[in-house]
């Protein structure tokens, strides 16, 4: 079996222990020790780290295995210990904000399926071999989960699709949700962070720098100083407050890594303070849009939480529209002619008068023409014209009596009578004469309206 030496200054950190690999003995040795610098190898006593898996200015993280469990749970073992040489207060320090940052994750780890769990934290105190001091080194053990991360996917595949993106953003965006919820940030959003397990879910890792936000009106938490460049947004690289949003604008740039395989400084223009970006990926823009909401410069006009993000990246439902009966053919309508609707008095006062000067006009043809066929005809057509012009309303109403005297005057006053008007008419007063006869005309013509309207009347009782 190997083990590796987690001392960051040992020269030849890998060891050789060919006798742990029986169980038994790997189950019963009190301790190993690096045979180049005499830093213990079995931390608290049960974790064996066995490789490295990745080292920054905060530590390295190791892939062990628990010795005390059946199958030796594999596991990764995180040392937090900050570079350079650092006073006994500045040690207290780290060392509670290691503390409270394990309890955070170990309420994290337990109750979200996607967040590795915490096993165990613990600090180890050992002798420096050259300078012969103290040194503190403070660890972390958490559940190992077994897959790639998205830096590892994109070193072997290249650019993911927007399909896959999309996979990244709903996934992530929902633990992101619950670490806010649960007044923590994240802090540290890249691709190496995000590990895609070989069933194909997505886990948040190193919560090694986790924020707990204080909720308390007022109190504002400023940044530790703990980001990755490229990633971190201005208000944290600036070591200003630390928000939500921060953690959204670091997952907007680990997307336009994953879409464009190109390192966030070759995409942001630092002379505009901009993004530029989508010349090199080919994304809907929709998607689009809801990453450059998620990088503005300024934390109030981005999305201030996972799920406005997630609500923006949801497909709105459309209403269906109603389907539309196709075209009848509708026959064309005949043109109707609407008549004005006459009362009784109306029509009673239309007869009288129709009738008065039907009498009128018939005097003055016979006077003029005769008693011939073409008087008939010429009489025929004027009282015709004179009913279509009541009809139309064209004479209504106080034009009958206007109408009536001044036709009684012109017939009385035009011309001389022939002898056939002269048979009909006394010469002494003529306008009397035509006055009785068309006025007997006009009764005649009354009287039969008002038996019209009688029978009428009549008849619509039993139809």
């Not at 008068?353 to 073409?374: D, H, K, W, Y």
């Not at 035009?414 to 010469?427: C, H, K, R, T």
């Not at 009764?443 to 008849?459: D, G, R, S």
Request: charged letters at 15%.
């Amino acid at each position: 079996m190997q083990l590796h030496c987690t001392r960051p200054t040992c020269a030849r950190p890998l060891n050789h222990a060919p006798d742990l690999d029986d169980p038994s003995v790997l189950k019963s040795v009190p301790q190993k020790f690096c045979t180049c610098c005499g830093m213990p190898l079995i931390l608290a006593g049960r974790y064996l780290p066995m490789k490295l898996l990745g080292k920054g200015g905060f530590g390295a993280a190791f892939l062990g295995r628990d010795r005390y469990t059946p199958g030796f749970r594999q596991c990764v073992v995180k040392q937090f210990q900050p570079s350079g040489n650092l006073s006994p207060t500045q040690l207290k320090i780290a060392q509670d904000l290691f503390e409270r940052e394990a309890e955070v994750l170990e309420q994290l780890g337990r109750e979200h399926p996607q967040i590795p769990d915490l096993f165990a934290f613990f600090e180890l105190t050992v002798a420096n071999p050259q300078t012969g001091k103290e040194e503190k080194y403070f660890y972390l053990v958490q559940e190992f989960i077994d897959g790639q991360t998205l830096e590892e996917e994109l070193a072997q595949t290249g650019r993911l699709p927007e399909t896959e993106i999309l996979k990244v953003l709903d996934q992530v965006l929902r633990i992101l949700d619950f670490v806010h919820e649960n007044g923590s940030i994240h802090r540290d959003i890249k691709p190496s962070n995000i590990i895609r397990h070989k069933n194909g879910r997505f886990y948040l890792l190193d919560f090694g720098a986790v924020k707990f936000v204080t909720k308390a009106v007022g109190q504002l938490q400023s940044s530790t100083g703990i980001y990755s460049a490229g990633f971190a947004p201005p208000e944290q690289m600036s070591g200003g407050q630390v928000l939500p949003c921060s953690d959204l604008y670091a997952l907007a740039v680990t997307c336009l890594m994953l879409l464009t395989n190109k390192a966030p400084q070759e995409l942001f223009d630092s002379y505009n303070n901009t993004w530029k970006w989508r010349n090199y990926a080919q994304v809907s823009s929709h998607l689009a849009d809801v990453l450059d909401r998620m990088l503005l410069h300024t934390p109030a006009d981005r999305y201030q939480s996972a799920t406005e993000v997630l609500d923006a990246l949801t497909p709105k439902p459309v209403a269906p529209q109603p389907i539309s009966p196709p075209p009848q053919k509708v026959a064309p309508r005949r043109r109707q002619i609407t008549l004005p609707r006459f009362s009784t008095i109306e029509v009673l006062s239309s007869a009288l008068f129709t009738g008065f000067e039907g009498g009128i006009i018939a005097i003055a043809l016979v006077s003029l023409l005769g008693t011939t066929l073409i008087s008939a005809g010429f009489w025929l057509v004027l009282v015709a014209i004179l009913i279509a012009a009541q009809l139309a309303r064209f004479i209504e109403k106080i034009d009958f009596l206007i109408l009536g005297v001044i036709s009684l005057i012109v017939v009385g006053f035009v011309g001389q009578l022939n002898w056939a008007a002269a048979f009909i008419v006394s010469p002494g007063i003529p306008l009397l004469n035509i006055l009785i006869i068309a006025g007997f005309t006009g009764l005649v013509t009354l009287a039969i309206a008002i038996v019209f309207q009688l029978i009428y009347k009549l008849v619509s009782r039993f139809l």
